[in-house]
């Protein structure tokens, strides 16, 4: 029972270093290559945001086929294929000769990750022990968290000592690393799709892509994602319209730091306590967070608020990916992963073009004031929602 019980597994381990390999090849790209497309092409800044962006919408696409897809050919197949996509997208970058075949390259760099993270997702979701699930994927997502921070660290160093090339042989390298690193994996029969034809009682429509019991915190994922894209895209824009450039250079490195002292404790407290214990915190340090940012004036306040956002949105979107597995079949994990992360992506990638209005007309103050009541607005549809829904309070 002790064995079974187990989560520091090979496969656990190995899966999260694929993981977090993927992601800071991601966040790298994610911050240099509108300025390469600016720098190679002389493309518009409009159009440099959309080479930056087309990456969001294809990662969206992968992700609403993938789940339904791991119900027939199984986890561990769709990881290999979404690895071997994403290291074809990374080499093409190479042969990017031009401003649309840029757009179509990242466009496929976007589907390889959508199909191989959301693999990655599901795969660890499978191997950990169901009583240790809110534990598990909280450590898991620490690849993730740690890739925000230093992917877009490493991406803006070597932007500005070497040649883009250079990003792009280090992200071939670490894309070939993470394929090589899955051969190591092991097969588990609950990993492996059984069901190559329909049965009668399968679910249809909407049900193939989407999982319903996993919607309600979804939806809640969603608000509290695109106000982190609201820091995500406009903090350098504040702090140097604020004069607080300097500490906004370690504004990620704290978020990340108040994420890994937290996360062991949220995750062991989801399990043992359920969802309101974590959630209901998570996401009044976030607004909170968001409101001290909107009233920043110096480096220390800045970064204090970095912190109580990592505290906040950090420890909120690892909880919520284990509520949303909670009670969801084995075979359905792939779909309800899925879904989590197409409404994450979906509140990551369109809510900067919302909010980038909402700047323009009221200053970035005020925009993070805004979004501060987002996640109000969010924190009472959560409670109205798990008074009576139980996937989102388990």
């Excluded at 490493?154 to 993470?178: D, E, P």
């Excluded at 249809?204 to 969603?222: D, M």
């Excluded at 919520?320 to 879904?339: D, E, H, Y």
């Amino acid at each position: 029972m002790e064995e079974n019980q187990n989560l520091w597994t090979k496969d656990f381990i190995f899966i999260s270093i694929i993981n977090f390999f993927l992601m800071i090849v991601m966040y790298m790209l994610m911050v240099t290559i509108a300025p390469f497309a600016v720098e190679e092409y002389g493309t518009s800044a409009s159009m440099a945001g959309l080479v930056s962006g087309i990456f969001i919408i294809g990662t969206l696409s992968a992700r609403l086929a993938t789940g339904r897809v791991i119900e027939s050919i199984g986890s561990r197949k769709i990881l290999l294929i979404g690895l071997v996509l994403s290291v074809i997208a990374v080499a093409l970058y190479f042969a990017a000769g031009s401003l649309p075949l840029l757009l179509i390259v990242r466009f496929i760099h976007g589907i390889g990750l959508g199909i191989a993270s959301t693999a990655t997702g599901t795969m660890i979701a499978q191997i950990i022990p169901p009583s240790r699930r809110g534990e598990g994927i909280g450590y898991f997502s620490l690849s993730t968290v740690l890739a925000t921070a230093i992917g877009p660290f490493f991406g803006i160093y070597l932007s500005q000592h070497v040649t883009f090339t250079w990003l792009f042989v280090f992200s071939l390298v670490l894309g070939i690393i993470g394929l090589a690193m899955f051969f190591f994996v092991e097969k588990r029969p609950e990993e492996e799709g059984h069901e190559v034809s329909e049965p009668a009682d399968a679910p249809k429509g909407l049900a193939n892509y989407i999982e319903k019991s996993a919607l309600p915190i979804a939806v809640i994922t969603l608000l509290a994602g695109v106000g982190y894209s609201g820091v995500l895209s406009f903090l350098s824009f504040f702090a140097k319209e604020e004069g607080l450039v300097g500490a906004a250079s370690f504004f990620f490195l704290v978020y990340a730091a108040a994420i890994l002292v937290s996360r062991p404790f949220s995750g062991k407290l989801l399990d043992r306590k359920g969802g309101p214990f974590v959630i209901i915190p998570s996401l009044i340090l976030f607004a909170g967070g968001l409101l001290l940012l909107s009233n920043t004036a110096t480096g220390l306040m800045l970064l204090v608020a970095g912190a109580v956002i990592g505290f906040g949105f950090g420890n909120f979107q690892s909880c919520a990916q284990a509520i949303a597995l909670f009670g969801v079949p084995i075979k359905r994990i792939g779909i309800a992963t899925s879904t989590f992360y197409i409404f994450l992506d979906f509140g990551f990638g369109f809510g900067p073009y919302v909010l980038g209005g909402v700047a323009t007309a009221y200053g970035y103050r005020e925009l993070y004031l805004i979004l501060s009541g987002l996640i109000v607005a969010a924190l009472v549809l959560y409670l109205l929602i798990a008074r009576n829904k139980k996937p989102v309070s388990a």
